[in-house]
Each structure stands twice: as structure tokens, then as C-alpha cells.
């Protein structure tokens, strides 16, 4: 099974703050990684899909990339609607593993 | 307008069967790349995939929870059904269906998730 590391597992930052989230793959999964945001009670909403690739209606502060292993989930500036928890998803191959989620706080 | 929704009991059992069934519209599952994914999510804790269906009737699985999980399709009806046996307290989650489309696998619509608590 391919396992995908986040780091860090939780962040503080302030709004108008340059934020990077981490996911390493255990192994190769070329740009089958896709990125999250879930807010308390409500489903995941698709963020980034392919890497780096923005989904239709997210605002473009937010921003994908990296491929084979590592990749990077960049937002900025930070507004305060983004304070939620991110995961990164791989597709490349069952099982299709999920990230353990990063929490941005204020 | 794409829409997702599960049904099924929101209690059950330890050893018993849990059958989940995401009713969807917008999209059809007889569509070539069409696909339909479950997640579920326990209290407080990280997203976890759990089986997938595709248009053409090919399954993947959780490896830990394969020989546990069964996953079909009423293509008619517009359904997906998830069922898993043999219950237990740590099943206790919020269970989502969700389209997955694309190359990438992205999920790009989800239900809004039930919550099922497995107890005695």
C-alpha cells in the first residue's frame, strides 16, 4: 500500500499569511494526488485535482504542485475562510490512500 | 446539478451488517469513466477511503477492510450500495459516497455523509 505523509499535522498562521502544506507518497505516484478542504460538519470540497491542477470555482490563491513523491499545497495570502483541514488524496493506485489532514488554525 | 445522498440505519449492532445505499443524480454511472467512491470519517479523526465502483463494473477496496466490504451498482436506479459486515464500535464514522471522475480520480461532488454508530 502506498502511505502519504502530511506535514506538518496541524499549523497556526495569520490572515495574509503565505501557508505550505506537505504530502510525501511512499512511493512513486507521478501527478495522482489531489488536495481537500474540509471545514467542521461539512464534506471534503475538492481543491486541487492532477497536482496541480485548479478545480473549477476555488479562488486561485490556492495552488498545487510536485510530482513522483513529493507535492505541496501552497495558500496565499490566507484568508479567514480557509482556516480548516486539508488533506491530500492519491489515485495512482489501491488502496487509494488519504493523508492523515493538516489543521490550519488561527 | 450533480447530487449525492446516502440512506441507511444510523445504529447498529457489533457482528452485524451495515448496508449503506448512495442515490445519485446528474450523472450516470453507464457513462464511460464514471465513478462512484465511499470515505467514511470517524469522530476527530482523518478521512478513509474505503471502496470504489466504476462505470464498467471493475471494484477496488480498503485493504484492511477488503474482506469486509462489498460494493454494487443499480445502474437504473441511479445507486450505489455499500455493504459491510461483521460491525464494530470502532466502525463508528461518517460515511460519505462521493463521484469520483477524470484521470485523476479527483472526487469532485460528495454526499453530505450520515453518521452511523455501531453499539449494543
Known amino acids: 500500500d502506498i502511505q502519504m505523509t502530511q506535514s506538518p499535522s496541524s499549523l497556526s498562521a495569520s490572515v495574509g499569511d503565505r501557508v505550505t502544506i506537505t504530502c510525501r507518497a511512499s512511493q512513486s505516484i507521478g501527478s495522482h494526488l489531489n488536495w481537500y478542504q474540509q471545514k467542521p460538519g461539512q464534506a471534503p470540497n475538492l481543491l486541487i485535482f492532477?497536482?496541480?491542477n485548479l478545480q473549477s470555482g476555488v479562488p486561485p490563491r490556492f495552488s498545487g504542485s510536485g510530482s513522483g513523491t513529493d507535492f505541496t499545497l501552497t495558500i496565499s495570502p490566507l484568508q479567514p475562510e480557509d482556516f480548516a483541514t486539508y488533506y491530500c488524496?492519491?489515485?495512482?493506485?489501491?488502496?487509494?490512500?488519504f493523508g492523515q489532514g493538516t489543521k490550519v488554525q488561527i | 446539478q450533480v447530487t449525492l445522498k446516502e440512506s441507511g440505519p444510523a445504529l447498529v449492532r457489533p457482528t452485524q451488517t451495515l448496508t449503506l445505499t448512495c442515490t445519485f443524480s446528474?450523472?450516470?454511472?453507464?457513462?464511460?469513466?464514471?465513478?462512484v467512491t465511499w470515505v467514511r470519517q470517524p469522530p476527530g479523526k482523518a478521512l478513509e477511503w474505503l471502496a470504489r465502483i466504476d462505470w464498467d463494473d471493475d471494484k477496488l477496496y480498503s485493504a484492511s477492510l477488503k474482506t469486509r466490504l462489498n460494493v454494487s451498482k443499480e445502474t437504473s436506479k441511479n445507486q450505489v450500495v455499500l455493504t459491510m459486515t461483521n460491525m464494530d464500535p470502532d466502525d463508528t464514522a461518517t460515511y460519505y459516497c462521493?463521484?469520483?471522475?477524470?484521470?485523476?480520480?479527483?472526487?469532485?461532488?460528495w454526499s453530505p455523509g450520515t453518521l452511523v454508530t455501531v453499539s449494543s
Open positions: 492532477g497536482a496541480s
Open positions: 488524496h492519491q489515485t495512482y493506485s489501491a488502496p487509494l490512500t
Open positions: 446528474g450523472f450516470s454511472l453507464a457513462t464511460t469513466a464514471m465513478r
Open positions: 462521493a463521484r469520483m471522475v477524470g484521470l485523476a480520480g479527483a472526487i469532485d461532488y
